[in-house]
């Protein structure tokens, strides 16, 4: 398992990106992910895939979040001045579709989260190393990467890249960016990599 060394200092919280091997604690709250920017809030008792979405928001004590990745980018996010927390999964679609910014605004709309004041962490995906994308996806994120690698023909996009563009767009300082690359690394499932046999990472953030 591995974690942010920012969200680490919050004593409050647990979090955890995991690895092709982790062990993960009981009762995460998840989402049927979509490829969207649906972000949803959840209050209640929570459980597995309660709804179509991309993103969790939550600010009950006792309740975890999480989404699955395998190549995708896991971002959680934490607002110590108000104790509320997200995780949120970003796809090239999603991440197009600005899901990082939506699951900032909805905290801010719904729990008066400051921007400011926001921990950040982007955690293992697939890097601008290995994520080879169309002349199509990569047209769709020209506003946030102007200097997207063409080698060969081929153009390269880092998607953890253009996430922590985002949320410095918006404010947010505090931004821990893993190095890990889920292509290159066996550590961790990767669906370029795998196809169909690809497991899932869950990577999940909460309340104590």
Request: overall charge negative; hydrophobic content about 40%; some cysteine.
């Amino acid at each position: 398992m591995i974690t942010a060394p920012n969200l680490s200092e919050l004593s409050w919280l647990r979090h955890g990106f995991g690895c092709r091997d982790s062990v993960y604690p009981e009762k995460i709250t998840t989402v049927r992910q979509i490829h969207s920017c649906v972000v949803l809030e959840v209050e209640g008792p929570g459980g597995d895939r309660i709804a179509e979405g991309d993103g969790l928001v939550t600010g009950q004590a006792g309740m975890m979040v999480g989404v699955r990745t395998a190549d995708c980018v896991p971002v959680l996010l934490a607002d110590p001045v108000n104790r509320v927390v997200s995780a949120i999964h970003a796809g090239w679609r999603g991440t197009a579709a600005g899901i990082v910014p939506e699951a900032v605004q909805r905290m801010k709309s719904r729990f008066g989260t400051r921007p400011e004041d926001v921990v950040a962490a982007i955690g293992p995906s697939i890097g601008g190393c290995c994520y080879e994308v169309s002349p199509d996806v990569a047209g769709q994120f020209g506003t946030w990467v102007r200097d997207m690698e063409q080698l060969d023909g081929r153009t390269l996009l880092d998607l953890k890249l253009v996430n922590q563009r985002q949320l410095g767009s918006l404010g947010v300082r505090n931004v821990w960016l893993a190095q890990d690359c889920t292509f290159c690394c066996s550590d961790f499932f990767s669906f370029r990599r795998e196809k169909e046999q690809a497991g899932r990472m869950i990577s999940y953030i909460g309340i104590d």
